[in-house]
């Protein structure tokens, strides 16, 4: 049988030229194909359409759908759940099927809020801008669109970090002179906001923020774009009608051509899915809906993140902060205000520091540094000199002799010379302290050469009176 379009053609053909030969000719059919085609058109009969074949998932339709929207299911999960209610199915089958539907049925219901109720927001990248020093950077558009109204707010950000994100809500909100009662967020998939933005201290963050201001944030689901669709309409709206063939001669430039264009054109412009003007809806229908600004604005901190030095300290603005030494090593993060430094590892809060007043000061608990390292310099002598005490009288006088000699960095030569007793007797190890006393040299490596080398059975000469000055000394 010949398809719809091929009736067609020979439909017209022959109300043309009344000639089976010549249709036949002309459509490449046999004659007698033609013949019949046309014995049907002239008693007034129409193509005859094929019924569609079911198909063994056509009853269970429905289901699919709500599966797939509501649960998110994939095509592996909604096979598993087919048969589990009993329905012989093989996985191809499902897979062919939900590939069918996604073509055909991309369905959604539109989303329509009432005024006050929603807004939503989201970056778009917008490529390399200059700032005011004149350096190419890279340049974000921040949107936030009131769902009512379609009264829009944009902002040029050279970063997406979460304080960043906040500050053009709270200008947003400012621009808008109200707070919606909801605030609908993509799920953040860029850049440094991605990163950060679901670690405990940014979340914190942002839901006091949000409680501050009193909305409350709807995160998007998971590929399913509908949810945000207004917002994603405005930054490509931006994009094509703000920034396509524009040029900007420093950050301050974009700002202001960017605010002119929100005020006169954006919100000005005949909407093409309300019909109407923004900036006419807002003012008759929403802005009195929206929720007060509050009397005091949300006091930002500075947060980050930075690793604990093997010192117990970590870096913040030119000055160091002591925090337990268990988190040497570690991600921990900050919350700094003009008075306090608190830091925090996994949401739990393991330091608090009074602000340093000037840079490079540190601000130290000695009680975050391990019991064995908190002493006096005196103190610290006083071990070391019991060490080398234990190997013999030579190694403690030889400990003298360094600390003399090297008062700033004996303890190095003096745990090599200690170290020794890993390798050697410590009687090996005091013949060749008195060697290296006899010979005046008192580095770690000499030590180590005699105890290698055997020259510590060698006769050595002493001058007593020097001995004598040590053991003074000593007392």
């Known amino acids: 049988m010949i398809g719809a379009a091929m009736f067609t053609t020979i439909k017209t053909l022959w109300e043309r030229h009344k000639n089976k030969t010549m249709v036949a000719g002309l459509t490449g059919h046999d ?87 929603e807004a939503q927001v989201d970056f778009g990248y917008v490529g390399l801008t200059l700032d005011n020093n004149g350096k190419k950077r890279k340049t974000w558009v921040f949107n936030m669109r009131l769902s009512c109204s379609r009264l829009d707010y944009y902002q040029k950000v050279y970063d997406q970090r979460v304080e960043t994100f906040i500050e053009c809500h709270i200008n947003a909100f400012k621009y808008f002179g109200g707070v919606s009662e909801y605030v609908r967020i993509d799920n953040l998939k860029a850049a440094i906001l991605e990163a950060n933005f679901y670690e405990p201290i940014y ?53 202001n051509q960017l605010r002119y264009w929100l005020d006169n054109t954006c919100n000005q412009r005949m909407h093409g899915t309300i019909r109407k003007i923004p900036r006419e809806v807002f003012e008759s229908e929403e802005k009195s809906k929206l929720r007060p600004l509050p009397v ?23 000055s160091y902060y002591s925090v337990p030494f268990e988190y040497v090593g570690k991600e921990v993060d900050i919350d700094m205000t003009k008075e306090l430094v608190r830091i925090f590892y996994q949401g739990k809060e393991i330091s608090v520091h009074p602000r340093a007043s000037e840079r490079g000061r540190f601000q130290t608990n000695v009680h975050h540094y391990p019991k064995y390292k908190r002493f006096s310099d005196t103190e610290y002598q006083e071990r070391y000199q019991a060490k080398m005490a234990d190997i013999g009288p030579y190694a403690e006088q030889l400990f003298f002799m360094v600390i003399e000699k090297h ?69």
């Not at 599966?67 to 329905?87: A, M, P, Q, V, Y």
Request: proline share 5%; hydrophobic share 30%; aromatic share 12%.
């Open 296 to 318: 005091e604005e949300f006091r930002m901190p500075q947060v980050g993140s930075r690793k604990v030095y093997h010192d117990c300290h970590v870096f913040i603005d030119y």
């Open 407 to 475: 008062p700033r960095d004996w303890s190095r030569t003096v745990q090599g010379v200690l170290s020794l007793v890993k390798s050697y007797p410590k009687e090996i190890v005091e013949l060749a302290c008195k060697r290296a006393i006899a010979f005046r040299v008192y580095h770690y490596h000499v030590i180590r050469n005699i105890c290698h080398n055997g020259s510590y059975n060698l006769p050595v000469e002493f001058n007593v009176e020097e001995i004598n000055e040590y053991e003074y000394a000593k007392v």
């Open 31 to 117: 004659w007698k194909t033609v013949d019949k085609i046309v014995k049907l058109i002239e008693s007034g009969g129409k193509y005859p359409e094929r019924k569609p074949h079911p198909r063994i998932l056509d009853p269970y339709r429905e289901k699919i759908l709500e599966w797939l929207e509501k649960d998110g299911l994939n095509g592996l999960k909604t096979f598993e759940r087919l048969r589990s209610e009993g329905i012989k199915i093989g996985y191809t089958t499902v897979k062919t099927y939900l590939a069918d539907i996604k073509k055909r049925d991309e369905i959604f219901m539109r989303i329509e809020t009432l005024p006050g109720e």
């Open 203 to 255: 979340q914190g963050l942002y839901s006091n923020f949000a409680s501050h201001y009193g909305f409350k944030s709807i995160p998007c689901r998971v590929r399913r774009p509908n949810d945000k669709g207004k917002v994603e309409s405005g930054i490509k709206y931006v994009k094509c009608s703000f920034f396509l063939g524009r040029s900007f001669t420093s950050g301050d430039d974009l700002d």
